[in-house]
């Protein structure tokens, strides 16, 4: 039975896989990881419970400020390459404006100025002086049922991180012969497996929210949807 390694890592793969140490992981042994012990003393970890280690990582480290030393510096040793592509990585996944300004140490303002580029695109950039909003039509978003919701969070694949971004409808807004969606960024939590409603509702409340789904391997929405009437069900 040794020789079978699906749905199981050996402790060097953990480590990849959390971007830590192998001298960490064992610290996690016993305590939130509980491998079993093979052939030869290998220890094998569950791709599960890695995979929910990985979401509870990091969700304690987007509640968690730096330090004052490491704050101040940050943002001078990248380049405005790097905070760029930092930002688009998190707006691709519907980060809202403060998770974004807290994770990576920099102003709300080059934020704005940012979220404008990745919205523009190549082209529009040419036709910039008057272009329609850069937000998603109200015909471009299904609007489904709690219970059409529910059945898309129990789907969510064990042992992959998927982002669940959260917004509040706010209503549409016309331009042109068009009608947007307005919304208001709540922010997110990685999950590793299957979620409930309760747990979105007792995060942001209930009501009309635009939820979004978003997998990293390969990385991409999954799925987004206006869901009426929310409640902790």
Not at 65 to 81: D, L, N, V
Not at 102 to 107: F, V
Not at 117 to 137: I, K, N, Y
Not at 145 to 151: E, I, R, Y
């Amino acid at each position: 039975m040794d020789g079978f390694t699906e749905g199981r890592l050996t402790r060097g793969q953990v480590a990849d896989r959390l971007n830590m140490s192998v001298s960490t992981v064992r610290r996690y042994e016993g305590v939130r990881l509980h491998p079993t012990v093979g052939r030869n003393d290998i220890r094998w970890f569950d791709e599960r419970e890695v995979a929910a280690l990985a979401a509870e990582l990091v969700n304690e480290a987007s509640t968690k400020r730096p330090k004052a030393r490491e704050s101040a510096i940050a943002p001078h040793t990248r380049s405005p390459g790097e905070i760029a592509a930092q930002v688009f990585e998190r707006l691709e996944q519907r980060q809202s404006l403060a998770e974004i300004v807290i994770g990576l140490r920099i102003t709300p303002e080059t934020v704005r100025a940012l979220f404008d580029q990745w919205t523009m695109g190549l082209t529009e950039g040419q036709l910039r002086m008057h272009r329609e909003p850069a937000v998603p039509r109200t015909n471009e978003i299904p609007r489904v049922t709690q219970d059409v919701l529910a059945s898309l969070l129990a789907q969510l694949p064990e042992g992959e991180l998927t982002r669940i971004s959260v917004a509040r409808y706010r209503g549409a807004y016309a331009h042109g012969d068009h009608d947007y969606l307005r919304v208001d960024e709540l922010g997110g939590f990685h999950a590793a497996g299957p979620v409930a409603i309760a747990g979105i509702v007792r995060r942001y409340g209930g009501g009309t929210l635009r939820i979004t789904a978003y997998g990293f391997d390969p990385g991409g929405v999954r799925w987004e949807m206006l869901v009426d009437g929310l409640t902790p069900a």
